[in-house]
Structures are given as structure tokens and as C-alpha cells.
């Protein structure tokens, strides 16, 4: 049996722009989550380390960046790292894989232009690989792909998009589950998207990973995994394991199904950790008199998590009918209602949806309702 570490979409040296002190932390995490790989490597002894592409979010990162990267990847010795250029760290005439910090690297094999196939004798095994020379491009990194028969195993990397009907663009190197399908490999180790999802077809394996280390809402709770292969002549399984730090959750609520502004804030007081970013997005009617608008429930919140947004643009305020006529002159809510509606009157079109509010919240506080 050989047990294989199958990881990619790294993307060490990506910005997260808009985080501002919190990116330093998120971009610290990303380098963790490259150390949290290599120690998972280690303590399982897997006989190798397949990195499917994007490594590295370019082929511009820092020569710091490099070999820290590098001094990570040596640390895996005698176990050896096959990495496959991805889209955003292609093997192109400035790829980051043609620097000096790779050279003397003998624990570390890249595919380029010119290397496809890398024989591991010792473990009977032949691991496939067509770099990406450009980032983009509509060819398949399947294509071509012939396997050697001097191994009993064969593993295939690729970095690219599943050619899922409508549901791609095909600048991103799309793959055809037919040729996954015809590959005749033991595993194929896909790289590109960001969520860990299985593409196995008529019984050959073949997942994407997903990023180790959680890069955007987008990915959810899908990422933040590599997976552990195990081979051998009967089957091919596949394991998840955690190695994310932040947890990046999506929540849609519903304010109607809140009877209290109280039982809203709970509700997402629920997802409270250090270590989640949480967007909660917010529909539905909410009564004039919850304030409970993205400033409020962010400066609130916001210190129950590693970061909070939250999304009111979806919502609405419920507007109640108000007459004059049905609160006499003598009453505090007679001369509040007919005060606010000669303001109305004269107010300018800028003035007139603030006024409303006003109108609104005056009345419901009058009627003795919590504001
Ligand atoms: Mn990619």
C-alpha cells in the first residue's frame, strides 16, 4: 500500500485586501497552514506529497517568501514533494519554480515544460503532470497523458477547472470527467478550485483538496483540508483532514422569524469564535422600531469574532398605516402625527424618507412599543 498527501491552492503571498491589521493574520495562517501540511505529512509518514498547483498566489512573491516556502518543503525529507505549476504560479519564463532557491532541492521534483512523468521505483509508482505554462488557457492538463507501465501505481496531477456543463468558463484548463474516467490512474490529485469536492468517475478517484487554509467567504466551510490517499491494488480511498485555522461561514437570516431584535442577535451570537469570520446576510421585513442595521449589530458583535460583517441591504421596514384622524388634537400622538405631516408637507425630496423613519419610530415608541 502507499499513502500519499494530496494538497494545493495554497496561495502563499495572497494579499486579503480590505482586512487591514486582520490580513497580516489571515496572511500568517496561510504560512501555517503550509507548516500544519508538512507536520500532518510527517506524523502520518506518507510516502509522498502531491501539490496540485498554486502553491503560490504568484510567480512575483518574495524571495523571503521563497524560502521560507522552500525551508518547509526540505523539512518533509527523506519524504519528496512533487510540485505541479498551477494558474497563478504557472511555469512560465518567470516562474517562481526557475529560481535559485529551487535548485539543490533533491527532496523537492516540480513538472515543467519538459518534465511530465516522475518514476518513484522504490514505492512502484509514476506520478503525472503537465504543467500549466501560462495562466489561462483552454487545453486540458489531461491531455497527452500516457501511462509508463514499468510502475504498478499511477498518479496524475492537474491543475484546472471540472468541465461541468454551464457551469465554467473554459479559460481555466478544463477537465473532462470522461478523460478522468479514461485516465486508467489509481488517483487523480486536481488543483484550481478552492472547495475540497470529489470528481471520482466510473471508479477511478479524483479529487480537489480544496485550499488548505480558507481564502473567502466564496469557499465556505469547504476548505481548510488536504486529503490523505491510501493505494493499494484493491482500492483507492480518500481522507479529509483539517489543517485551516479560520473558519469563513455564510449565514442568511430571516428577520421575521424573530419575534425580538434580542432573539436576532443570539441567533448569530450562536457562531461566536475566535478563529470564524462571519457574514450574515440579513432579509425579510423588520419592524420600524429594531435597529438592527449593519453598524449596530457590527460594533456590537463584532468582538465574538475574528471579523463580522453584516449585510441589511436586503432588508426592509415594515411601514405601518398612520392617520391623523384617529388621534385627537389634545393627545402627545394627535400633535406628534399632524407636527411630523406638516413637515412632510414641505420637506425637500432628501428629507422626506428621514422624516418617514421618524414618523414611523415616533409612532411606535408613542404606542408604547420598545424602540
Ligand atoms: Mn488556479
Not at 470528481?199 to 483540508?225: H, N
Not at 457574514?279 to 449593519?294: Q, Y
Not at 428629507?351 to 419610530?361: G, I, Y
Request: glycine content about 8%; proline content about 4%.
Amino acid at each position: 500500500m502507499i499513502k500519499l498527501l494530496h494538497t494545493a491552492d495554497h496561495q502563499l503571498g495572497v494579499k486579503f485586501v480590505g482586512f487591514g491589521e486582520k490580513g497580516r493574520q489571515l496572511r500568517q495562517a496561510v504560512k501555517e497552514s503550509l507548516k500544519a501540511t508538512v507536520d500532518l505529512a510527517l506524523a502520518e509518514a506518507v510516502d509522498l506529497v502531491l501539490i496540485a498547483g498554486d502553491l503560490f498566489d504568484s510567480n512575483a512573491v518574495s524571495k523571503k517568501l521563497v524560502n521560507e516556502v522552500v525551508a518547509e518543503l526540505k523539512r518533509l525529507a527523506p519524504i519528496t514533494a512533487c510540485i505541479l505549476p498551477g494558474t497563478h504560479d504557472c511555469y512560465n519564463a518567470s516562474s517562481v519554480y526557475r529560481r535559485p532557491e529551487f535548485r539543490d532541492t533533491p527532496n523537492i521534483h516540480i513538472f515543467t515544460d519538459e518534465i511530465r512523468s516522475i518514476a518513484f521505483p522504490d514505492l512502484d509508482l509514476t506520478v503525472y503532470g503537465r504543467a500549466n505554462l501560462n495562466p489561462t488557457g483552454t487545453e486540458s492538463p489531461l491531455t497527452g497523458l500516457e501511462k509508463i507501465e514499468e510502475t504498478d501505481y499511477h498518479v496524475a496531477m492537474a491543475h484546472g477547472e471540472m468541465a461541468i456543463e454551464g457551469k465554467f468558463a473554459g479559460d481555466y484548463y478544463p477537465v473532462e470527467g470522461r478523460e478522468i474516467a479514461a485516465s486508467g490512474m489509481n488517483y487523480v490529485a486536481l488543483g484550481h478550485w478552492h472547495r475540497c469536492a470529489d470528481f471520482s468517475q466510473d471508479g477511478v478517484k479524483a479529487f480537489y483538496c480544496g485550499a488548505p487554509e480558507t481564502l473567502s467567504f466564496e469557499e465556505g466551510e469547504d476548505s481548510g483540508y488536504v486529503l490523505l490517499v491510501s493505494i493499494d491494488e484493491s482500492a483507492t480511498r480518500v481522507e479529509k483532514r483539517r489543517v485551516g485555522k479560520y473558519l469563513w461561514k455564510t449565514v442568511n437570516l430571516e428577520v421575521e422569524a424573530f419575534e425580538r431584535e434580542e432573539e436576532l442577535l443570539q441567533e448569530i451570537k450562536k457562531h461566536a469564535d475566535p478563529n470564524t469570520l462571519l457574514r450574515a446576510r440579513l432579509s425579510g421585513l423588520k419592524p420600524v422600531t429594531w435597529d438592527v442595521g449593519e453598524e449596530r449589530l457590527a460594533g456590537e458583535l463584532e468582538d465574538l469574532f475574528f471579523h463580522l460583517e453584516v449585510i441589511a441591504g436586503e432588508l426592509t421596514t415594515s411601514i405601518e398605516p398612520i392617520r391623523a384622524a384617529d388621534f385627537p388634537e389634545t393627545t402627545i400622538m394627535g400633535q406628534f402625527i399632524r407636527l411630523m405631516e406638516k413637515r412632510l408637507k414641505t420637506a425637500i425630496p432628501d428629507e422626506k424618507p428621514v422624516l418617514e423613519e421618524a414618523l414611523q419610530r415616533g409612532f411606535a415608541l408613542l404606542s408604547g412599543r420598545e424602540a
